[in-house]
């Protein structure tokens, strides 16, 4: 199948600090793949480099065949971890923004995710708390029709009834078309919609499989195998 995503060898390092060191790894395109590993083994930052916001010390990646480019870029939609807005705009004036910049965004959707989450769109962006931030960048991040999908952390300070309903606009976009790298500690989640899994260890490849091998492998789901990598 062709690639969606290709990283040959990249290294990257914080004042002498190896964040990511010599990885490689490829996803095929409409693959939901799992980015796992404690905080601190070089997932957020993989991402950033591979939405351009960090650049490698060193190797190359490909997406969709491609060196990185603004018309590549337009087939990206990257979520980060947070979202921390200082200006002083209304949650519906970043969704004006939003259509603006990306010609792939639809502000109608937006505003149907907002109230499916529960979150007024009139709203001032600044001063949301954590979960209300984590409900407006997936109402940014999920408007799309873009092809590959790099989510940093979608559950992250969510409740548990708007966890169940970021899971289900996750499911409903994982069509087997547009491809996901998903960046994850809450494993007990993710496990349910990825197809892969790639465990990330001192900046490292640690381990890569699907749940389904590993389930019949080592006779334990992702969560407890992660235990077992980790904490063993």
């Not at 999908?149 to 979608?154: A, G």
């Not at 409740?159 to 289900?168: F, G, L, R």
């Amino acid at each position: 199948m062709d690639k969606a995503i290709e990283v040959n060898n990249i290294s990257k390092k914080y004042n002498n600090n190896p964040a990511l060191d010599d990885i490689s790894f490829d996803v095929e395109k409409g693959k939901v793949v799992g980015l796992l590993g404690p905080s601190g083994s070089g997932k957020s930052t993989l991402i950033k480099i591979l939405t351009g916001l960090v650049k490698a010390d060193s190797g190359s990646f490909n997406i969709l065949g491609e060196k990185l480019s603004p018309d590549i870029k337009k087939n990206i939609i990257y979520k980060a971890d947070d979202l921390i807005i200082e200006e002083k705009l209304r949650i519906i004036d970043l969704i004006s923004l939003y259509e603006h910049f990306y010609p792939d965004f639809s502000s109608d959707e937006s505003k149907e995710i907002l109230e499916f989450l529960g979150l007024d769109e009139k709203r001032m962006a600044m001063g949301l708390s954590k979960g209300q931030r984590q409900k407006l960048n997936l109402a940014l991040a999920l408007a799309s029709n873009a092809e590959i999908f790099l989510l940093d952390e979608v559950f992250d300070g969510l409740d548990p009834i708007s966890t169940s309903k970021a899971m289900d606009l996750l499911i409903d976009r994982i069509d087997g078309n547009k491809t996901f790298l998903i960046a994850s500690q809450q494993l007990e989640l993710v496990e349910n919609l990825i197809n892969e899994v790639i465990f990330l260890e001192n900046g490292k490849t640690h381990y890569r499989d699907t749940p389904i091998n590993i389930g019949k492998k080592e006779e334990v789901g992702i969560s407890e195998f992660y235990d077992n990598i980790y904490l063993g």
